[in-house]
C-alpha cells in the first residue's frame, strides 16, 4: 500500500477524472484552492457547512473540491500538484514521509476524532456481539488505511485475530463495498454513511454496530498540504482553516436537524429524514472536534494503531507531520 502511494503518481495527469460529488461553490474572485477529499460523506459534515454557509468565499478563497475516492488517490493528487490540498486519514501522511519524499506532507488542522463507518449485517440482528464475526466473510478497507486499521483494532479489542477468526475481503474498491453487499457479496459489511443508511433503506442491510463508539478517540481524517505549500502560501492555509473553523463552531452550537438542512445540497440523493437521522448518528457519538488542533496525544494514539497494524517500520516525529499554528490560530480568533 505505502508503495502504491507512489507508484499512481504517473497516473496524476488523469487525477482530475476522479471528480464527484462535486462541492456547490460560490465564485468568490478569491484565491483559487483545490482540495481532494478522500470520500463525499456525512462523515464530513463541518467542511460542507462551510462550503455552503459561503465561509470560505467570505475568508477570500473560491473552493473546487474534488472527491478522490480513497487516501491513495488523494495522497497522489497531492503530491502531484493537482490538489493544493488532502483530505484523508493522517496514515498516508506517515507511509509518504517514510517512503522518503523530500517535499512531504504535513498535518495542520484534524476534523474528525472518532471513526466514522459502521457495521452493516446482511440480517437484523437484536443483540450483536462481535464474536458473532467468527468464520463469517465481511467486506472491508484497503489495507493500510484507517477504516480498515480501526476495523482490526476493534476486533482485536474483542479478542479476535483479524487474520484468521474470519474472512475479510479487501478486494472491493473504497466506495464500492455497498453495491457488492447489495450484489450479494459478504455477511457483513463495513460502512461511511450515507452508504450504511442507503442499506438499510433498501432492506439489503442492517446497522448492528459504530466503530465509532467501539474504537474511542481516534484521529481519523484531517487536512495536510505538502510542505513547500504550508511555507509559500501561509495567509492561504489560515483563512481556509478559519473557514474551517467556522463550520466547527456551526456544527457544535445547531442541532442534527439545522445541520442536515445545510449541506442538503451536498447530498441531494438522500432525503431529508434519512440525511438528519444520519448527522444524528454521528452527532451523538462526538464524531466532531470543537477545534482543528491535531493533538501530540492523538498522533501518538495514530502511529499506535498503524504499529499495531504491522504498518509501521519505525516513528515519525510528530513535529515533522504536524502543524498546528493555523489551528490554533482559528481557535482563537472565532473564541474572542
Keep these: 500500500m505505502k508503495k502504491k502511494l507512489l507508484c499512481l503518481l504517473a497516473a496524476a495527469l488523469f487525477a482530475g477524472a476522479l471528480a464527484g460529488c462535486g462541492a ?15 470520500a463525499h460523506s456525512v462523515f464530513y459534515a463541518p467542511m460542507y457547512v462551510a462550503v455552503e454557509e459561503g465561509y470560505f468565499a467570505e475568508e477570500g478563497i473560491e473552493l473546487t473540491v474534488v472527491t478522490g475516492f480513497g487516501a491513495d488517490k488523494t495522497m497522489t493528487a497531492l503530491l502531484s ?12 501522511t506517515v507511509y509518504t514521509y517514510l517512503e522518503g519524499a523530500e517535499d512531504y ?10 471513526a466514522g463507518n459502521f457495521l452493516v449485517s446482511r440480517e437484523p440482528v437484536k443483540k450483536f456481539d462481535w464474536d458473532m464475526l467468527r468464520g463469517k466473510s465481511v467486506l472491508g478497507g484497503r489495507a493500510g488505511g484507517m477504516p480498515q486499521l480501526v476495523f482490526e483494532y476493534v476486533l482485536k479489542q474483542h479478542g479476535m485475530d483479524p487474520r484468521t477468526d474470519l474472512e475479510i475481503d479487501q478486494s472491493i474498491d473504497f466506495g464500492s463495498t455497498a453495491a457488492a453487499f447489495s ?5 457483513f459489511t463495513v460502512e461511511f454513511e450515507p452508504h450504511a443508511t442507503a442499506l438499510e433503506q433498501k432492506g439489503d442491510g442492517y446497522v448492528v454496530a459504530s466503530l465509532g463508539e467501539e474504537s474511542g478517540y481516534v484521529p ?9 505549500y504550508l511555507e509559500e502560501n501561509p495567509d492561504v492555509i489560515q483563512s481556509f482553516v478559519n473557514a474551517l473553523q467556522r463550520g466547527m463552531d456551526y456544527v457544535a452550537s445547531h442541532s442534527p436537524e439545522e445541520i442536515a438542512k445545510v449541506i442538503a445540497p451536498q447530498f441531494a440523493e438522500t432525503d431529508e429524514a434519512a440525511l438528519t437521522a444520519i448527522v444524528e448518528r454521528y452527532y451523538e457519538q462526538d464524531t ?3 477545534d482543528l488542533i491535531f493533538s501530540r496525544d492523538a498522533f501518538t494514539l495514530l502511529q499506535d494503531i498503524l504499529e499495531e497494524g504491522g ?4 516513528r ?8 498546528t499554528a493555523f489551528a490554533e490560530k482559528a481557535a482563537e480568533n472565532i473564541s474572542e
Design 105 to 114: 506532507v504535513v498535518n495542520f488542522a484534524q476534523l474528525t476524532q472518532r
Design 24 to 38: 456547490k461553490q460560490e465564485a468568490s474572485g478569491g484565491t483559487k484552492v483545490t482540495l481532494n477529499e478522500v
Design 316 to 323: 515519525v516525529p510528530y513535529e515533522k507531520l504536524v502543524n
Design 288 to 290: 466532531w472536534k470543537k
Design 81 to 92: 500538484g493537482e490538489a493544493d490540498i488532502g483530505f484523508m486519514g493522517s496514515e498516508s
Design 220 to 228: 481519523y481524517t484531517a487536512f495536510s498540504a505538502k510542505k513547500s
Design 183 to 187: 450484489g450479494g457479496q459478504g455477511e
Design 311 to 314: 504498518e509501521l517500520a519505525q
